[in-house]
């Protein structure tokens, strides 16, 4: 399979640039993966999908301001968006500047901080700063948004580039589908006898890389820090005792259930995932997921290629654009039901 085998055609002016007014506003694209039907429908209506018994996972993870700027000893100007952190001190980041910075190099930072550069691995450089990494960028970072809403962060993004129900420090990017939910939505469903799970999977900086290698098989993503609970995996193993849909809230939750799964369910897992899903792997966990449009070529658009059907999936994101969905983080919503059956 070759990265062009991924790609469509997406006018600028779709891609959202901000939040609709409230969380529940967004449109929902449905699509049936065996069949390939389409229906255009509002997120509001997402519990007509669902019925009793279902359980929903949802990622609790919270994104932390995780972008910070400063300057070099020679004055040269950096950027860094932090990739996640190694231990109390040390991170691994994304960094922009005119020249690279030296090992050993230290840098000035917001808010009065020095980070020493320890090192680079690939595209990352390790720092070490001189205090707790990740109070200093709670107190002093950014809201990380990503590269393609052209604007500078404002305060409303630090409410609305965060899910409701965020609770784990650790991300640099947001579950983008769970943005669509609210607390009344999630009230409203478990009410109506849909169930609800929690797991973790810290999203870093390195689900915005590109994918760069022609033959896809041959790239690789950056290992994420994944967490199941001892909770959420009896949730899990309860529901498939019934014979109820699991449906992953996100691409990450996907992964995360994926990568923690055996064959005989989803275990209690804490530790470090770069599981890379595209066509031809085989589902083990996940019944059906609501995610968010995708960029082309991307390893998350090739995730949910792998689940509903590539040719499915891209007849699907033609429809979005000829019917003017918003796209990416602060975009409109699908619910993508598998391409094909008995897979657990």
Known sequence: MQRRDFHYELPAELIAQSPLPERGDSRLLVLDGASGALSDRAFAELSSLLVPGDLLVFNDTRVVPARVYGHKVSGGRVELLLERTLDERRV????????????????????????????RHEDLYELELDRPALAYFDACGHVPLPPYIDRPDAADDSIRYQT???????AVAAPTAG??????????????GVEQAFVTLHVGAGTFQPVRTEEITAHRLHAERATVSAEASAAISRARRRGSRIIAVGTTVVRTLEAAATDDGVPAFDGE??????PGYRFRVVDAMLTNFHLPESSLLMLVCAFGGTDAVLRAYRHAVAEHYRFYSYGDAMFVTPAQAGRR
Do not use: C, N, W
């Open 92 to 119: 691994l980041v994304q960094l922009k500047a005119s020249h690279p910075p030296r090992a050993d190099q230290s840098l000035s930072l917001e808010g009065g901080a020095t980070a020493l550069v320890r090192g």
């Open 164 to 170: 409701v129900y965020a609770r784990t420090p650790g």
């Open 179 to 192: 943005l669509h939910f609210d607390a009344h939505m999630l009230e409203r469903l478990a009410a109506s």
């Open 273 to 278: 995932t770069s599981l890379f899903i595209y």
